[in-house]
């Protein structure tokens, strides 16, 4: 029995070492076949998932060597198996990610390596089968959303695009978004005879300050009337400038607060004077509120319009003025 298990452990170390032999040999080669300069060390890949570290690797270091898949290996290995110049080529990337082996390696026990990469390569197929179909049917979606686009009259070219596609909310749930944004706190400026439309405005977003400036233009003329809601969606100082703007309960004195507190500087240097704090607490719920229902808008960025179009509820985002034109000209059509 002594005599058995010692001839297992000299065929095993003598396996070992032919195995250590050809990692030196494979190494070299592919030293050889993508040259000096092809090194995969220092990659900076280590906040990728594993898989897409080698697949990182390979595609930045290996340019020439196209991969056709990338499975598990053994003991924590990581199989690639892609064509350099026609010819496929095996390579198997060690845990450290610093080293790798190409060409073919052999159980002690008689079971191919390979045959372990294979049941991984069936599962990462079906996965890769199942990617496929999913995007067949987006892109035949899109397709067909094309179509119907194309198909439809283009009386007048606007920047937003119309209730039905600008967003996956279906009419009802739009419905139910405008009317939960006719229950908030606002500032409103512009003639009451005018075109309504609701604005998600955040004090501390550029892309409002210029659209407030734009639509000062319309609302001066009576073109249009805007309802600012303020929310605090991009620091916790928006909260604080939005809640201070809706402390007072008259209209006059929040569009006051409006125009103030869209000016530069921080919460602490434009408020010279703090709020009783339970007027500043009520001001807060009504901002709460305000991002609540900003959180149902599908793109969630500031500033962000709500209005109605021939009795459809639109939501969209717009800043330039020749997109704020166009929004006027089409609502008072």
Not at 55 to 70: M, T, Y
Not at 171 to 198: C, M, Q, W
């Amino acid at each position: 029995m002594k005599a058995l298990l010692k001839k297992k452990q000299i065929i095993s170390a003598a396996l070992l070492i032919g195995f250590f032999v050809t990692s030196i040999i494979s190494i070299s080669a592919v030293h050889h076949f993508l040259s000096e300069e092809s090194g995969i060390k220092a990659v900076g890949a280590a906040v990728l998932p594993v898989r897409e570290q080698v697949q990182s690797i390979f595609k930045n270091r290996f340019p020439e060597l196209k991969i056709e898949n990338i499975s598990t290996g053994p003991e924590r290995t990581w199989v690639v198996v892609g064509k350099y110049k026609n010819e496929v080529k095996r390579f198997y990337v060690l845990p450290d990610l610093s080293h790798v082996i190409e060409g073919t390696i052999t159980s002690l026990y008689d079971v191919p390596a390979e045959k372990e990469a294979s049941r991984n390569t069936v599962s990462m197929d079906k996965e890769s089968k199942l990617q496929r179909e999913f995007i067949t049917k987006v892109q035949s979606l899109q397709s067909e959303k094309k179509q119907v686009v194309d198909s439809q009259p283009n009386n007048n070219t606007h920047p937003f695009k119309l209730p039905e596609l600008n967003s996956v909310l279906t009419s009802d749930d739009k419905n139910k978004f405008y009317n939960r944004t006719n229950e908030l706190e606002y500032i409103e400026v512009g003639s009451k005879s005018a075109p309504l439309v609701h604005v998600f405005f955040d004090f501390n977003c550029s892309g409002c300050r210029h659209a407030k400036k734009v639509l000062k233009k319309f609302t001066d003329k009576g073109d249009l009337r805007v309802r600012y809601i303020p929310v605090g969606v991009i620091t916790k100082e928006s909260s604080i400038k939005a809640a201070y703007t809706l402390i007072p309960s008259k209209n006059e004195d929040r569009k006051v607060l409006l125009d103030y507190f869209v000016k530069p500087g921080t919460a602490d240097e434009l408020i010279k004077s703090k709020a009783p704090k339970a007027e500043v607490l009520r001001a807060l719920n009504y901002v709460n509120n305000a991002n609540k229902v900003f959180m149902f808008t599908p793109k969630k960025l500031t500033p962000t319009f709500a209005f109605k179009l021939n009795g459809e509820v639109v939501i969209a985002n717009l800043t330039s003025e020749r997109g704020l034109q166009n929004l006027v000209d089409r609502l008072q059509q």
